[in-house]
């Protein structure tokens, strides 16, 4: 069962009840967040919603309807409780949870439907034609683009939400042919730990891995923190059926194929607006006997981006490798834990002192995180040739300790960030990637942009940024940016920074979004994304398959 089934999740903001960001082990943080934000963090701007702080309608599905859902998929398969309503509505990007902490809940679904095979998928698009039912797959709720609302509601005779939790097995693994297929709707721990026991991984790990299922990584070109090494989810995508309104479409089992235009590529990145996913075969790798991952530190953010583009550029190839910015290292450092003996803590300033004075600052640097996986000996093939390059321009290589802090925590700072929602601060995130060339002139626009927008608003804040995932031809670029909220127009002050952002990703040559999908939240800037021509196409792809437009209308396409 899903954390949404069972009440364990935190349907109004990120993760599991039973978690929470650890602050004691960062003493450091706060101070640092303090100085530079002008916030306390006795005063809480909002506070945790309850559910009956949300009035609900009743729900508008037809009676008939309603009745046929329980005959096919079963009574404890079908649910119009205010519960799963609730949990159903939302996703979790920053104008999510804002607006439930506001309060607002203005589109909520009227059914949650829970298949447990392809036919009962088949059956519930059926019905929804007939009775022009809105349908919003639901995956693991952790959109951040608004991938689940229900947008334009009004135009239907009620909204299902068909969360695919329980169409959740490992179907099969291929030794042979290093494959394994799925049914989307299992979670990411669940695939792991299924391939893993066979002695496989598919090396997929995205910030959302606890809480996103297969099906959800497939439709939003989702990347995972090891994307670098082991690829983003549409290189490991070998074929998939997704049923539409129309019937289903099936690819075939092939590593590639001639046979005309990629209907593959054509539901990768769907969103939803055209079928639900119901399966896929996957590539997967064997399981790595080493997981080695290191720290570095380079006096200046260009330098570190020169490494690594000659590291992807010379054919090594690390499992992930990141490098934040200066404002993003002084963020990391302000992180880091800061647990252990006294011992411990004396000899690390130490370290820093001594690292300041041959001119490699955390106030100043830029600081790279860099992991290799695999066999023994390529692993130290692989790490030796990319400390080399590194070295060359300048990087100082920190050893084990700081790679091993980030790979353990690193998915705890989207926990952190209720905690600063409830204090009244803005904090988001936004990502784009270009081509080598122009990747440092779009990152300094696009940081001018979201400070300006900022500015406008009578705030100072703090905007950091990494390369997240990197290619041979170019990388990602990955923004959090961190403000006071602007009293009584909190959701106003978000949104003008989102379209500055936005816009000067378009205007500066970057894409609009690298792995967090489209939804409704990129979709006004589809056009200026692919083109008037590239948008036609696309609104005839889905005319064809979703003919009445019941498929999770108003994302993707604008």
């Not at 996103?212 to 082991?230: D, E, F, H, K, N």
């Amino acid at each position: 069962m899903s954390d949404y089934e069972e009440g364990k999740s935190r349907w109004w903001g990120w993760g599991n009840l039973d978690k929470t960001f650890d602050l004691e082990e960062r003493e450091n943080l706060l101070p640092f967040l303090m100085e530079r934000l002008g916030f306390t963090p006795d005063r809480q701007h909002f506070t945790d919603p309850t559910l009956d702080e949300f009035t609900l309608p009743q729900p508008r599905i037809p009676d008939e309807a309603f009745r046929k859902l329980e005959e096919t998929l079963g009574k404890d398969n079908v649910s119009s409780q205010p519960f799963h309503r609730i949990s159903h509505s939302m996703g979790k990007s920053y104008r999510d949870l804002l607006r439930w902490r506001l309060r607002q809940l203005e589109r909520p679904v009227d059914v949650v439907v829970w298949p447990r095979e392809e036919r009962e998928v088949i059956f519930t698009l059926d019905l929804a034609k007939k009775y022009n039912l809105m349908v919003i797959p639901f995956g693991g709720g952790s959109s951040v683009t608004g991938g689940v609302e229900a947008l334009g509601a009004e135009r239907y005779s009620g909204v299902i939400s068909v969360d695919m939790a329980r169409m959740n097995r490992l179907l099969r693994v291929d030794p042979t042919s290093h494959t394994a297929t799925a049914q989307a709707g299992i979670q990411g721990p669940d695939l792991e730990e299924g391939l893993n026991a066979q002695g496989f991984t598919m090396g997929h790990f995205p910030e959302s891995f606890h809480h996103s299922s297969l099906g959800g990584w497939i439709v939003t070109r989702s990347a995972g923190r090891m994307s670098t090494g082991y690829g983003k989810i549409e290189d490991m995508v070998i074929s998939l059926k997704m049923a539409t309104p129309e019937g289903i479409i099936s690819t075939k089992r092939t590593p590639h194929t001639a046979a005309g235009p990629s209907l593959l590529d054509l539901c990768i990145g769907s969103e939803g607006t055209l079928g639900i996913l119901t399966e896929a075969t996957m590539r997967i790798r064997p399981y790595p006997n080493v997981f080695d991952y290191h720290g570095l530190i380079f006096r200046n953010f260009p330098a570190g981006v020169s490494a690594i583009r000659e590291i992807l550029q010379a054919d090594v190839l690390p499992a992930c490798i990141r490098l934040s910015d200066r404002s993003e290292t002084a963020l990391a450092q302000a992180v880091r834990s800061t647990g252990g003996s006294p011992l411990k803590r004396k000899a690390e300033n130490m370290v820093l002192r001594l690292l300041a004075s041959r001119g490699y600052s955390f106030d100043d640097g830029a600081f790279m995180v860099i992991g290799f996986e695999g066999e023994r000996e390529k692993v130290d093939e692989t790490r030796a040739a990319a400390l080399t390059i590194c070295r060359k321009l300048g990087g100082f290589h920190l050893g084990t300790s700081p790679g091993k802090q980030w790979y353990r925590s690193r998915y705890d700072m989207p926990y952190f960030r209720d905690m600063l929602l409830n204090w009244g601060i803005m904090v988001d995130t936004l990502e784009t990637a270009t081509t080598w060339d122009n990747l440092l002139h779009l990152y300094g626009e696009v940081r001018r942009a979201i400070r300006e927008a900022i500015e406008e608003g009578g705030k100072s804040g703090i905007i950091a940024c990494h390369v997240s995932h990197s290619y041979k031809e170019g990388a990602s670029l990955y923004y959090t940016f961190l403000a006071p909220m602007e009293e009584g127009n909190e959701l106003g002050q978000w949104l003008r920074v989102k379209r500055a952002a936005t816009d000067a990703i378009c205007e500066y040559g970057g894409t609009i979004t690298h792995h967090h999908g489209v939804g409704y939240e990129h979709a006004p800037w589809m056009e200026r994304e692919v083109g008037r021509e590239g948008l036609r196409v696309l609104q005839s792809l889905k005319s064809t398959l979703d003919p009445q437009g019941i498929m999770n209308p108003g994302k993707l396409l604008p």
